[in-house]
């Protein structure tokens, strides 16, 4: 970033049913956020439709604009960037399981020059309780597959908490609906020969709330996102 200025930041989250994590995240995310200007877009709703729960209620008593999907994670992202008016994007998932104090390290990364922060549970530093062993072995699987068909070295693929400079945003074309999209990120980031940093990340346990992913046929359409983009 040429400037000197503080980065306006927008915070993209998606959400489907997260009731008793989103409002603590704002929280959490404002108080982090306190010396920035900045703007929180909750993309809300899944394939079912919006969330059946208080979600969407207690984001925008928190002062989130709130945007509506029906597709899926991915298609909640994509709509939430195309509306971000920052000069980082951060996409952070609602369930608390990305601890806020990382924001830091995601927003210099973006200050010191790189086009995409990704983070990583597979970096010193990194790590996730909230990891099952089949999930472990397909990330794993992932990596490798992507490192070597597109010349890569990213040690974690479907991991959400991220920055980008909105010059990245603008360059790369998203169309994965669903758990794809980070994959498709890191794929099409590494394309177009952006400046990539892994930062390590911990992720905790959702705190509370239902999974949405599920293992094997979300696995299955990561592995069609991989073959799609050769
Ligand atoms: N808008 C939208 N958000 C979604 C959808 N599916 C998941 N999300 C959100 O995306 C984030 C990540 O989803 P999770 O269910 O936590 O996925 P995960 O981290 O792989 O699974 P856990 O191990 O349960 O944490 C959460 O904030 C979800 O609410 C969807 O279809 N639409
Ligand atoms: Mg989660």
């Known amino acids: 970033m040429a400037s000197m200025r503080r980065p306006y930041i927008t915070m993209v989250i998606p959400t489907l049913n997260e009731e008793r994590n989103i409002g603590k995240l704002l929280g959490s995310v404002k108080g982090e956020l306190r010396k920035y200007d900045y703007e929180i877009i909750v993309v809300d709703g899944g394939a079912g439709g919006p969330s059946t729960d208080r979600t969407v209620d207690i984001a925008r008593k928190d002062g989130a604009r709130i945007i509506y999907d029906d597709k899926g994670k991915g298609s909640a992202l994509i709509r939430g960037f ?9 996409s952070m998932d609602a369930d608390l399981s990305n601890r806020p104090n990382e924001l830091r390290l995601l927003i210099a ?10 983070g990583s549970r597979f970096l010193t530093g990194g790590g996730s309780s909230d990891m099952p062993l089949l999930r472990v072995i397909g990330n794993k699987a992932f990596v490798m597959l992507v490192n070597l068909i597109y010349r890569a070295e990213y040690t974690d693929m479907c991991y959400g908490y991220r920055s980008f400079s909105r010059k990245a945003i603008r360059r790369i074309r998203l169309t994965e609906r669903g758990f794809g999209i980070e994959t498709e990120i890191n794929i099409k980031a590494k394309k177009s020969g952006l400046r990539v940093l892994e930062v390590p990340s911990f992720e905790k346990k959702r705190a509370a709330g239902e999974a949405k992913l599920r293992t094997l046929s979300d696995g299955w359409q990561i592995l069609k996102t991989i073959a799609k983009n050769m």
Not at 83 to 90: C, E
Not at 109 to 118: L, M, N, Q, R
């Open 109 to 118: 990364g973006i200050e010191a020059g790189y086009d995409i922060c990704v």
């Open 82 to 90: 195309a509306a971000a008016r920052g000069d980082i994007i951060i």
